[in-house]
């Protein structure tokens, strides 16, 4: 694991179990990041993604990215459901999902919370293949409040 200011990145092992599956990060008191996932068994039973968390240097948006660490940038997992989900008094930015490195997830198959700050599948349209997602959030400036 490799952390400097304002960077987290790690490298896990995610499981083809059938089970629920999460694993979380913290970056700062701000900041935390969670991946939750079903991956079917059958096929490989591990593959290595990375887990990545950053804060632009003035400290006003975070981001949260979570893919796949072959070099194809696909993964060979079938995922049944995934969440990823951002803790903190944070504002949504902009986010993604991948099937592959060049190709995006079709929106059909995830739906954003922006006020939850969480991306997920949308069951019974997911396929079953997704290799990145990718969170950005902007902090919630206090003075901004009413």
Wanted: hydrophobic fraction near 35%; charge should be negative.
């Amino acid at each position: 694991s490799h952390v400097e200011e304002g960077l987290h990145a790690e490298a896990f092992d995610l499981i083809a179990s059938g089970e629920t599956l999460t694993f979380e990060r913290k970056l700062d008191d701000k900041f935390e990041c969670s991946f939750t996932y079903v991956a079917k068994p059958g096929g490989v039973p591990v593959e290595e993604w990375r887990f990545t968390m950053t804060m632009s240097p003035d400290g006003s948006a975070y981001s949260c990215q979570v893919r796949v660490e072959r070099t194809e940038q696909t993964s060979e997992l079938m995922f049944t459901s995934f969440v990823l989900k951002v803790k903190g008094k944070q504002l949504y930015g902009y986010s993604e999902v991948h099937r592959s490195e060049e190709r995006k997830l079709d929106t059909s198959e995830y739906t954003v919370d922006k006020q939850a700050l969480e991306i997920s599948d949308v069951a019974g349209k997911f396929g079953g293949k997704m290799s990145g997602l990718f969170l950005v959030t902007a902090i919630h400036k206090d003075h901004d409040e009413l």
